[in-house]
Nanobody
Framework: QVQLVESGGGLVQAGGSLRLSCRPS????????MGWYRQAPGKQRELVAR???????DYADSAAGRFTLARDTGSNTLHLQGNGMESEDTAVYYC?????????WGQGTQVTVSS
């Protein structure tokens, strides 16, 4: 059973920074793509950013320029750095990995941006 273990999250002030980390139970190179999604109250889950096995990174329009996705091969960890955080970034953030056409999800970590 593939597991995605998330860390980071919590309370951050508007304009501040935050880093989320996701460590899978197997090599990150076993996934065709990995990324971060988020779900705000009353809204659908949406993509924040994802990276393909080949290293291409896609960002949602709302995240481009403020969020940075990075794959750390040494620690087998996927990091999401958010800068200039806004109240609209408040959500539960989920790590996702796609392997052999199956989607795996982390348990989710709450991010709350206070104004």
């Amino acid at each position: 059973q593939v597991q995605l273990v998330e860390s980071g999250g919590g309370l951050v002030q508007a304009g501040g920074s935050l880093r989320l980390s996701c460590r899978p139970s197997e090599s990150i190179f076993n996934f065709n793509a990995m990324g971060w999604y988020r779900q705000a109250p009353g809204k659908q889950r949406e993509l924040v950013a994802r990276i393909t096995l080949g290293g291409r990174i896609d960002y949602a329009d709302s995240a481009a320029g403020r969020f940075t996705l990075a794959r750390d091969t040494g620690s087998n960890t996927l990091h999401l750095q958010g800068n200039g955080m806004e109240s609209e970034d408040t959500a539960v953030y989920y790590c996702n990995g796609n392997s052999h056409s199956r989607n795996y999800w982390g348990q989710g970590t709450q991010v709350t941006v206070s104004s």
